[in-house]
């Protein structure tokens, strides 16, 4: 990561950890290592996010020791600094390819990950007292003994007007993990209707990545059984309705799962709008209806649905449907990346990010430019560890080897 400081990565069970490392003090980073414990245990971060935040502390902390600036003295002038520092250094990759608005995205990504670290320092006890300014919602700053010192809304030192359009400010990305407990806590409920409607939700928003308004604007006539049945391929065209700034992009939508909304819609979606006597005017055809009356669904009440489910399982405050989107970002990045580098195909940050911008439906790449330098840095990554893992697994082998040689040669004098 630097030339003084590494990550690696080790799976334990079904979960990975991360391990932050000094090389020159041959030794762990313990506020480092331990938040990272942290993120994956109870923040149940994926693999790809851990590595990519770890990474990113791994870059501040670097920037600490340079400047020779202890944690308990940080400062909103030490973070300006630090902004700074990364801005001129991102902008000198030949990747960023000068583009200025990008560069500052991804300096505020960082911050925003150092804030989460200097959040976890102070809660866990680990800070009695951090001078930097925080975002929060509380409109009233205070100067606690423990605590971040807040004013409402944003820090003063993220750059501004970075041409992000993005509603989702947690930063959290779902994991498969978090995909089960979702989907366990859904259909233990007790109405069997929303139960079900639910968790298709989310295997719609985890398989495809539709965002809130376009899978409640999805229609019964956009998913014919018949049709379905008949289909020689393993997705169709799916155009939802309602799409962000007003696109009319068509979707790749696996078979299985269109075959799951017709199963849904034959099993919970007509009794109910049978019983509630629901006209096709009050249904709008839609396929997400409420149980109260068999109307659409709407986005709020959906964010309400997966903000409290969210909750429920340990996601910070703030996730909701968009955690699956980011998640299936992830996903197709990685995969993207791993069918390239088989095929011999052209792994360049800027082709992948055009491939995966497409399946999103984002007209300008540079939205998720930073998915894809995160998960090409983990690949970077795994391999460098792979590589030390194995050199280390040699040399242990060759310490016995010299080991044995020395007692045969002891038998036979």
Not at 110 to 135: I, N, P
Not at 270 to 296: W, Y
Not at 333 to 362: F, N, P, W, Y
Request: hydrophobic share 40%.
């Amino acid at each position: 990561m630097t030339e003084r400081l590494t990550v690696s990565s080790v799976r334990i069970g079904h979960r990975w950890f991360v391990v932050a490392y000094d090389l020159r003090k041959n030794a762990t980073i313990p506020e480092l290592t331990e938040y990272a414990l942290y993120a994956s245990t109870d923040k149940q971060l994926s693999r790809l996010t851990l590595e990519k935040r770890v990474g990113q502390l791994i870059n501040f902390w670097d920037f600490l020791l340079s400047e020779k600036v202890p944690v308990e003295d940080l400062s909103d002038a030490v973070l300006a600094r630090f902004r700074d520092d990364e801005l001129r250094r991102i902008l000198k990759r030949a990747a960023s390819h000068g583009n200025e608005l990008t560069a500052r995205r991804t300096v505020n990504d960082k911050l925003g990950a150092v804030y989460a670290w200097l959040d976890w320092m102070v809660e866990s006890g680990r800070m009695s007292y951090c001078g930097v300014t925080r975002e929060t919602k509380h409109t009233n700053a205070h100067h606690g003994t423990r605590g971040v010192r807040s004013v409402a809304n944003r820090s003063p030192v993220a750059f501004r007007r970075t041409g992000s359009t993005s509603t989702s400010r947690t930063g959290y990305v779902a994991s498969s993990a978090t995909v089960d407990a979702i989907a366990g806590r859904f259909l233990a409920g007790k109405d069997i209707y929303s139960a079900h409607r639910n968790e298709l939700i989310l295997a719609i928003a985890d398989a495809v990545g539709f965002r809130r308004g376009s899978i409640a604007s999805l229609c019964t006539h956009q998913f014919d059984r018949g049709e379905l049945e008949q289909e020689q391929h393993s997705v169709i065209l799916v155009r939802p309705r309602s799409q962000k700034f007003a696109y009319e992009h068509d979707f790749l939508f696996p078979v299985w799962l269109a075959l799951r909304v017709c199963d849904f819609c034959d099993t919970y979606r007509t009794p109910l709008v049978s019983k509630k006597g629901a006209s096709k005017e009050a249904t709008q055809d839609r396929i997400f209806l409420s149980s109260r009356n068999a109307h659409p669904l709407t986005e709020r009440a959906i964010t309400q649905i997966f903000s409290k489910a969210m909750r429920a399982v340990g996601a910070p405050k703030g996730a909701a449907l968009h955690a699956f989107r980011a998640k299936y970002a992830n996903d197709q990045v990685e995969q993207e990346i791993e069918i390239r580098s088989k095929t011999g195909m052209d792994t360049s940050s800027t082709t992948i990010a055009a491939a995966v911008a497409m399946k999103l439906g984002h007209k300008n790449s540079n939205s998720i430019y930073s998915y894809v330098v995160a998960a090409q840095t983990s690949a970077a990554l795994r391999e460098k560890t792979d590589a030390a893992v194995h050199v280390a697994r040699l040399s242990a082998r060759m310490h016995e080897l010299r080991l044995e040689n020395q007692q045969l040669r002891k038998l036979t004098e």
